[in-house]
């Protein structure tokens, strides 16, 4: 669903792409943003389509996603409120390399190239910004593929939950939790394991007091120790 009334400036401050930019710079990014709220389980666009815009995730979440040649999916990341995604095809060949799912209800903001263009050349702090944001993304991707070759599966496993939680996680009486609606099977795929290894994983550790499962949210209770297990140190 696409509404007309724009996003407003206050939304976008919290938005990695336009951090520290200026209250007008804000209002003119807000001016220019197509707005729309999305319910759960929407694809917000597929693998190879063109036309792509840059997005931002002012509240709700996004699970993107690839499939190769033989339909095999692989998840790629999750999407959190403030976070921007499909927005590396602008620099690119122009077709998203990815699909996006909205999980939750989630209301986006959106740009066309020539709109990101024209704001980036107006304000080159939002340039850097996107330097930045690709940079951290190859920076993680490269970490991941590390723990992939180097670590084993309960290792990578509690990389991927601590890597949640400092994107997404925030303070409730039982422990961090993590905002985004989890799939055991999310797990096993961003860390690189089976859904069995993941599953057995998991059981165990709320078994042990590390985390807690609700439905399909997770909640880290005891986050120094799973630390010790990401690093392999024992005590």
Known sequence: MTFEAPISPQALGSVELFAGLPPRALEVAAAAARRRLLPAGVRIFNQGDDNARAHAVIHGAVRIS??????????????????????????????????????????????????????????????????RIIGERLQEMQERLRELATQRAERRIAHTLIRLTRQSGHSTAAGIAIRFPLRCKDVADVAGTTLHTASRTLTGWEKAGLLVRGGRRLTIRNLSRLERIAEAVTG
């Open 66 to 131: 690839q499939s190769g040649s033989d339909g095999a999916q692989m998840l790629v990341r999750f999407i959190g409120p403030g976070e921007v995604f499909g927005a590396v095809a602008l620099f690119t060949h122009r077709r998203y390399p990815a699909d996006a799912t909205a999980m939750d209800e989630t209301l986006e903001a959106s740009w066309s190239e020539a709109e990101l263009s024209e704001l980036m050349m107006r304000h080159p702090k939002i340039a850097i910004n996107a330097i």
